[in-house]
């Protein structure tokens, strides 16, 4: 079993929709979690960071940590095209070696 | 000050031939990683500096594997006597606080 384990999709939405995409890990000791956007033959981008439990909301982004679930969320709210990429949850106990997910692909169409 | 650079973007390389990659962070980051990463996959640590310190190693990296932080700025990573298995895409990132990472855009390696 992966210490992380996400849903690598593909998912495909159409343009204004509500986005939610999931982690789960098997590391109580995680503190740290992630969020990053990682466009075709880039390097991954931060999108939101949130440490222990708790909800952290910016703009169109809000990511949700269940930490006695060990789930995490990601929803994107009135989704757009450019948000189409891949998106990758990590996930810490140092903030150092971080444990990222496979990644999930999504595609937002107009 | 553009961000987390890496060079070359590309290389292609011969099985058993050494190759080495550049990672120049961002100035006042303290902190610089390594991670790779195959098609499919998310990025797997492969190693971390604070300064010039090397502080954590995965046992992803082996033996043919190092990399260095001189004087604690740029950083590169070698791999000796490649293999087709090392083909990945090899992200640099760098942090000051530890509060996320950021990124560069990563060399691609072939081997073949």
């Known amino acids: 079993q992966k210490e992380v384990e996400q849903d690598p999709g593909p998912l495909s939405v159409p343009e204004g929709a509500i986005v939610s995409l999931n982690c789960t890990y098997s590391n109580s000791a995680f503190q740290y979690f992630m969020w990053y956007r990682q466009y075709s033959r880039k390097g991954p981008e931060l999108l939101m960071y949130t440490y222990s439990s708790g909800n952290k909301e910016d703009g169109r982004f809000t990511a949700q940590v269940d930490k006695s679930s060990k789930y995490i969320s990601l929803f994107i709210r009135d989704s757009q095209p450019s948000d189409s990429a891949t998106y990758l949850c990590?996930?810490?106990?140092?903030?150092?070696?971080?444990?990222f997910g496979a990644g999930t692909r999504l595609t937002v169409k107009p | 000050d553009t961000g987390v650079s890496q060079n070359p973007r590309h290389k292609i390389t011969k099985r058993g031939q050494n190759v080495t990659f550049r990672c120049d962070p961002i100035s006042e980051h303290n902190r610089l990683y390594w991670y790779r990463q195959t098609l499919g996959q998310g990025p797997e640590f492969l190693t971390y500096?604070?300064?010039?310190?090397?502080?954590?190693k995965s046992r992803l990296l082996s033996d043919r594997f190092s990399a260095e932080r001189p004087k604690g700025s740029f950083s590169t990573l070698e791999i000796q006597r490649t293999e087709q298995g090392d083909s990945a895409m090899y992200l640099c990132?760098?942090?000051?606080?530890?509060?996320?990472?950021?990124f560069g855009s990563g060399t691609r390696l072939t081997v073949v």
């Open positions: 500096f604070q300064n010039e310190a090397q502080l954590e």
């Open positions: 990132a760098s942090s000051s606080t530890g509060v996320g990472y950021t």
């Open positions: 990590a996930m810490s106990y140092n903030n150092n070696d971080m444990r």
